[in-house]
C-alpha cells in the first residue's frame, strides 16, 4: 500500500516528528484533561512524550500500542479520530497491513517463531485452535514477548531455580545480572525518553502470579506457574542454541528435573521431591513408608517399641503396639494401586474474607484439583485416598487418610496462638494422633502482631516446630501463594500415592491415645508398607469431645511448664499414666535426689521409643518445683 502521507496539523508540532497528526490529536486531549483537572493528564503526557520521539511513521493507530505509555485505549480512541478525518476528507480507508521496518518485521518473526515453538511445547496432540469451535476456545495463557523484560527475567530466575533450589529468593542485582544478555532493552537505562527499564516487566509477572515477592527489600523466586511457562521458553532457547554459553551447562539439567518433578510410573517414586516441598535444607532421603519421615523418629527406628510394664497398672491401653501391628496386617485390607484417587480435604471453616468463602473453592477448580470441603477436627488440610466408582475389587468402601496434614496460620494467627498456648496444645494434637508428617505453613506478614509478644518469641516458635518438634514449616507471601503451595504438594502426593497399595487399619484398632505408637510399630514390623486409617478412624481418633481422657488433661498440664514439649510430656504420661499416680510415685521417695531420678527415669525408661524424649536435670528440677513445691 502506498504511503499516506499525513499533513502537520499545526505549526506548534516539532519538525522531526514522525506523526503530527497523532500527536496534535494527543496534545488537544492532554490540554482538555489538565484544563479538567482530570488524572488521565498523566497518562497523555507520557502518550504524547512517546510518540513525539518516535522516529518511524505510523499508519495504523493500533500499532501506536507498542510505545512505552500507550495502550489499548488510547491506541482505539486515536483510531477513531484518524476514521473521522478521513471520512472528513474524502480518505478511502485502507486494509491495513503490517508496514513496520525490516528490524521490526524480524523482531516479530522472531517472537511469531518463539511463540509457535512455545505452543507446540504445549499443545502436542491437541487440535489446532483454528478447528474448534469459537465457543470452546480457552484464554490463550500469557507468554512473555521475545526476548522483553518480563521473557529475560523468567530465564534468570529458572536458572536460579536449577542453582539454588526452588525456595530460595533471589535479588534484583542478581536477577538484572543474569536477565540482560537475554533482554534487547536494557533493565538499568530507561529508553526512548521514558523513565521506564525493561525491570518494570517484573510488576507484569507478579500481577499474574508467575513470581513470589518476599521483604521490604523485594527478592523473587518463581512461581510453579512461572515455572512451567520459564521452562518451556528455556527449552525452546536450547534448541535454537539461543543461550548464553556459560548457561548451556546448567540448562542441560533441566530436562532431567522436569522429568523428576512428572516421573514415569515406576516402582519406587523420588521420595526426597516431597521433602522439597518443605524445605530444602531439610530434604533427605526418606524411607518407603510414609509413616517414617518424621526425621526424630528416623533417629531412633531401630528401637524397638516396648510396652511399658506400668500400663497395666495405670490402664493406659493393655494392647502391645505389636500385637494390634500383627492385627492388622492380618486383616488384609488393601487398596491396590490405581483403584482409588487422592483428594484433598480443606476445612470448611477455611476462607479467605467472611464476603468471599468461596474464593479458594474457586482457584481449586480453576487450576484442576480434586478437593472436598468438610469440618476437619486436626489439621486445616488434609488427603484422603478416595476408591473409584465401581472398584470391585475393594473389600471396603471407605476414604483412606494419607499420612500429611497441613495446619494454615496467618501471622497474627500464629503470635495469638504462642501468647494463649493453642500451639503447643495443636502441636500435641497432630503429633499424637496419628500424623507423622505436619507441616505449619505461615502465611504473609503483619509486624504490630509480632511486636507485640516480640520478635524472638515467633522465631523461637517457629524454629521449635522445625527443630524440636520435628515438623515441617513454609512460610508462604500471601494467601494465592498458600493455594499455589497446595496445588503443587498435591501433585506430588497423588503422583507418590496413586502408584503404592495402601493398607489400612481396621476402625476397631483405631486408639486415640495409642494410635501413634501402632502406626511406629507398624513401620519398624512392615517397612515398605503404607499403612492408613480411614476417614472414620481419623474422626475416631482425634475428636475433642470424643478422645478426651484423664491421660490427655495431664499431658496438657505438664505442657505449661516452660521446657516441656509435647514429646517429653507424652514421655512423662506413658510412664506414669495419670497426675495422681505420677504425685504417689514420687513422693513415695525420702530425698529430692530420688525423686529427680524419678521424673527422669521416665525419659530413660525401657519403654522409650519414637516419641520419647529424655528429660534433662535442670528440667526434671523445674518439674519438681511445679508439682510439689509450696511456692515456684
Same mark, same amino acid.
Given at each position: 500500500?502506498?504511503?499516506?502521507?499525513?499533513?502537520?496539523?499545526?505549526?506548534?508540532?516539532?519538525?522531526?516528528?514522525?506523526?503530527?497528526?497523532?500527536?496534535?490529536?494527543?496534545?488537544?486531549?492532554?490540554?482538555?484533561?489538565?484544563?479538567?483537572?482530570?488524572?488521565?493528564?498523566?497518562?497523555?503526557?507520557?502518550?504524547?512524550?512517546?510518540?513525539?520521539?518516535?522516529?518511524?511513521?505510523?499508519?495504523?493507530?493500533?500499532?501506536?500500542?507498542?510505545?512505552?505509555?500507550?495502550?489499548?485505549?488510547?491506541?482505539?480512541?486515536?483510531?477513531?479520530?484518524?476514521?473521522?478525518?478521513?471520512?472528513?476528507?474524502?480518505?478511502?480507508?485502507?486494509?491495513?497491513?503490517?508496514?513496520?521496518?525490516?528490524?521490526?518485521?524480524?523482531?516479530?518473526?522472531?517472537?511469531?517463531?518463539?511463540?509457535?515453538?512455545?505452543?507446540?511445547?504445549?499443545?502436542?496432540?491437541?487440535?489446532?485452535?483454528?478447528?474448534?469451535?469459537?465457543?470452546?476456545?480457552?484464554?490463550?495463557?500469557?507468554?512473555?514477548?521475545?526476548?522483553?523484560?518480563?521473557?529475560?527475567?523468567?530465564?534468570?530466575?529458572?536458572?536460579?531455580?536449577?542453582?539454588?533450589?526452588?525456595?530460595?529468593?533471589?535479588?534484583?542485582?542478581?536477577?538484572?545480572?543474569?536477565?540482560?544478555?537475554?533482554?534487547?532493552?536494557?533493565?538499568?537505562?530507561?529508553?526512548?525518553?521514558?523513565?521506564?527499564?525493561?525491570?518494570?516487566?517484573?510488576?507484569?509477572?507478579?500481577?499474574?502470579?508467575?513470581? +513470589?515477592?518476599?521483604?521490604?527489600?523485594?527478592?523473587?523466586?518463581?512461581?510453579?506457574?512461572?515455572?512451567?511457562?520459564?521452562?518451556?521458553?528455556? &527449552?525452546?532457547?536450547?534448541?535454537?542454541?539461543?543461550?548464553?554459553?556459560?548457561?548451556?551447562?546448567?540448562?542441560?539439567?533441566?530436562?532431567?528435573?522436569?522429568?523428576?518433578?512428572?516421573?514415569?510410573?515406576?516402582?519406587?517414586?523420588?521420595?526426597?521431591?516431597?521433602?522439597?516441598?518443605?524445605?530444602?535444607?531439610?530434604?533427605?532421603?526418606?524411607?518407603?513408608?510414609?509413616?517414617?519421615?518424621?526425621?526424630?523418629?528416623?533417629?531412633?527406628?531401630?528401637?524397638?517399641?516396648?510396652?511399658?510394664?506400668?500400663?497395666?497398672?495405670?490402664?493406659?491401653?493393655?494392647?502391645?503396639?505389636?500385637?494390634?501391628?500383627?492385627?492388622?496386617?492380618?486383616?488384609?485390607?488393601? +487398596?491396590?494401586?490405581?483403584?482409588?484417587?487422592?483428594?484433598?480435604?480443606?476445612?470448611?471453616?477455611?476462607?479467605?474474607?467472611?464476603?468471599?468463602?468461596? +474464593?479458594?473453592?474457586?482457584?481449586?477448580?480453576?487450576?484442576?484439583?480434586?478437593?472436598?470441603?468438610?469440618?476437619?477436627?486436626?489439621?486445616?488440610?488434609?488427603?484422603?485416598?478416595?476408591?473409584?466408582?465401581?472398584?470391585?475389587?475393594?473389600?471396603?468402601?471407605?476414604?483412606?487418610?494419607?499420612?500429611?496434614?497441613?495446619?494454615?496460620?496467618?501471622?497474627?494467627?500464629?503470635?495469638?496462638?504462642?501468647?494463649?498456648?493453642?500451639?503447643?496444645?495443636?502441636?500435641?494434637?497432630?503429633?499424637?494422633?496419628?500424623?507423622?508428617?505436619?507441616? +505449619?505453613?505461615?502465611?504473609?506478614?503483619?509486624?504490630?502482631?509480632?511486636?507485640?509478644?516480640?520478635?524472638?518469641?515467633?522465631?523461637?516458635?517457629?524454629?521449635?516446630?522445625?527443630?524440636?518438634?520435628?515438623?515441617?514449616?513454609?512460610?508462604?507471601?500471601?494467601?494465592?501463594?498458600?493455594?499455589?503451595?497446595?496445588?503443587?504438594?498435591?501433585?506430588? &502426593?497423588?503422583?507418590?500415592?496413586?502408584?503404592?497399595?495402601?493398607?489400612?487399619?481396621?476402625?476397631?484398632?483405631?486408639?486415640?491415645?495409642?494410635?501413634?505408637?501402632?502406626?511406629?510399630?507398624?513401620?519398624?514390623?512392615?517397612?515398605?508398607?503404607?499403612?492408613?486409617?480411614?476417614?472414620?478412624?481419623?474422626?475416631?481418633?482425634?475428636?475433642?469431645?470424643?478422645?478426651?481422657?484423664?491421660?490427655?488433661?495431664?499431658?496438657?498440664?505438664?505442657?505449661?511448664?516452660?521446657?516441656?514439649?509435647?514429646?517429653?510430656?507424652?514421655?512423662?504420661?506413658?510412664?506414669?499414666?495419670?497426675?495422681?499416680?505420677?504425685?504417689?510415685?514420687?513422693?513415695?521417695?525420702?530425698?529430692?535426689?530420688?525423686? &529427680?531420678?524419678?521424673?527422669?527415669?521416665?525419659?530413660?525408661?525401657?519403654?522409650?521409643?519414637?516419641?520419647?524424649?529424655?528429660?534433662?536435670?535442670?528440667?526434671?528440677?523445674?518439674?519438681?518445683?511445679?508439682?510439689?513445691?509450696?511456692?515456684?
Amino acid at each position: 500500500m502506498p504511503n499516506l502521507k499525513m499533513p502537520r496539523a499545526s505549526d506548534s508540532e516539532p519538525e522531526d516528528c514522525a506523526n503530527p497528526l497523532f500527536l496534535s490529536w494527543l496534545k488537544e486531549w492532554l490540554v482538555d484533561a489538565r484544563r479538567r483537572n482530570l488524572k488521565t493528564q498523566y497518562t497523555l503526557k507520557k502518550a504524547y512524550e512517546s510518540l513525539k520521539i518516535y522516529p518511524l511513521p505510523i499508519e495504523n493507530p493500533l500499532e501506536t500500542t507498542q510505545l512505552n505509555g500507550i495502550g489499548q485505549g488510547i491506541a482505539e480512541k486515536l483510531e477513531k479520530k484518524l476514521q473521522s478525518w478521513r471520512k472528513a476528507n474524502n480518505i478511502q480507508s485502507p486494509n491495513y497491513k503490517n508496514t513496520r521496518d525490516q528490524n521490526k518485521e524480524l523482531h516479530t518473526t522472531s517472537q511469531k517463531s518463539f511463540e509457535d515453538n512455545m505452543s507446540d511445547s504445549q499443545n502436542q496432540g491437541v487440535i489446532p485452535t483454528s478447528q474448534q469451535s469459537k465457543s470452546n476456545r480457552q484464554a490463550r495463557p500469557y507468554i512473555p514477548r521475545y526476548r522483553s523484560g518480563a521473557f529475560a527475567i523468567l530465564i534468570a530466575l529458572l536458572k536460579f531455580y536449577i542453582t539454588d533450589g526452588p525456595d530460595t529468593f533471589i535479588h534484583k542485582a542478581e536477577i538484572i545480572e543474569n536477565a540482560q544478555p537475554y533482554c534487547d532493552n536494557s533493565f538499568e537505562v530507561s529508553s526512548n525518553g521514558t523513565k521506564y527499564t525493561a525491570w518494570n516487566s517484573m510488576k507484569t509477572l507478579d500481577s499474574k502470579n508467575l513470581v +513470589y515477592r518476599q521483604g521490604v527489600a523485594a527478592k523473587y523466586v518463581l512461581s510453579e506457574i512461572g515455572y512451567d511457562i520459564a521452562c518451556q521458553m528455556a &527449552l525452546v532457547l536450547r534448541k535454537s542454541n539461543e543461550l548464553q554459553p556459560e548457561d548451556a551447562e546448567v540448562f542441560s539439567r533441566l530436562e532431567n528435573i522436569q522429568q523428576s518433578r512428572n516421573p514415569k510410573p515406576k516402582p519406587q517414586s523420588d521420595e526426597d521431591e516431597i521433602s522439597r516441598l518443605y524445605t530444602d535444607d531439610e530434604a533427605e532421603d526418606q524411607p518407603n513408608s510414609a509413616a517414617n519421615t518424621n526425621p526424630e523418629f528416623n533417629a531412633t527406628c531401630n528401637t524397638s517399641t516396648h510396652h511399658s510394664p506400668s500400663q497395666d497398672a495405670h490402664n493406659i491401653d493393655k494392647r502391645d503396639p505389636k500385637d494390634l501391628a500383627q492385627a492388622t496386617i492380618s486383616s488384609n485390607i488393601v +487398596y491396590k494401586k490405581g483403584e482409588f484417587d487422592i483428594i484433598l480435604i480443606m476445612d470448611n471453616r477455611e476462607i479467605r474474607t467472611k464476603s468471599d468463602r468461596t +474464593y479458594m473453592a474457586r482457584e481449586f477448580e480453576k487450576r484442576g484439583i480434586k478437593f472436598d470441603t468438610r469440618p476437619l477436627t486436626v489439621g486445616d488440610y488434609l488427603w484422603v485416598a478416595q476408591p473409584k466408582p465401581g472398584t470391585r475389587s475393594l473389600t471396603s468402601n471407605k476414604e483412606l487418610v494419607i499420612d500429611y496434614v497441613i495446619e494454615r496460620k496467618r501471622m497474627d494467627d500464629l503470635c495469638s496462638s504462642i501468647s494463649d498456648g493453642r500451639l503447643k496444645e495443636q502441636h500435641f494434637r497432630l503429633k499424637n494422633r496419628g500424623f507423622d508428617n505436619v507441616v +505449619y505453613v505461615i502465611e504473609g506478614e503483619n509486624n504490630d502482631a509480632v511486636q507485640k509478644i516480640g520478635e524472638k518469641a515467633v522465631q523461637t516458635a517457629m524454629s521449635r516446630i522445625q527443630v524440636i518438634d520435628g515438623s515441617y514449616l513454609k512460610r508462604t507471601a500471601s494467601f494465592d501463594d498458600t493455594i499455589s503451595y497446595l496445588e503443587r504438594l498435591t501433585k506430588r &502426593l497423588t503422583d507418590k500415592f496413586e502408584r503404592l497399595d495402601l493398607y489400612v487399619i481396621p476402625d476397631h484398632l483405631v486408639d486415640p491415645f495409642s494410635i501413634s505408637d501402632l502406626k511406629g510399630a507398624l513401620a519398624m514390623e512392615y517397612p515398605g508398607h503404607n499403612f492408613c486409617m480411614t476417614y472414620d478412624g481419623y474422626i475416631k481418633a482425634t475428636s475433642k469431645s470424643g478422645s478426651i481422657r484423664l491421660q490427655d488433661i495431664f499431658a496438657k498440664m505438664l505442657l505449661t511448664i516452660r521446657g516441656v514439649s509435647a514429646e517429653k510430656a507424652y514421655t512423662i504420661v506413658q510412664e506414669y499414666g495419670t497426675p495422681h499416680r505420677f504425685i504417689k510415685e514420687i513422693c513415695n521417695t525420702s530425698s529430692e535426689s530420688e525423686q &529427680l531420678n524419678k521424673i527422669r527415669l521416665a525419659g530413660n525408661s525401657s519403654s522409650a521409643g519414637p516419641k520419647y524424649k529424655k528429660i534433662g536435670p535442670a528440667l526434671a528440677q523445674k518439674i519438681r518445683q511445679v508439682w510439689f513445691s509450696d511456692s515456684y
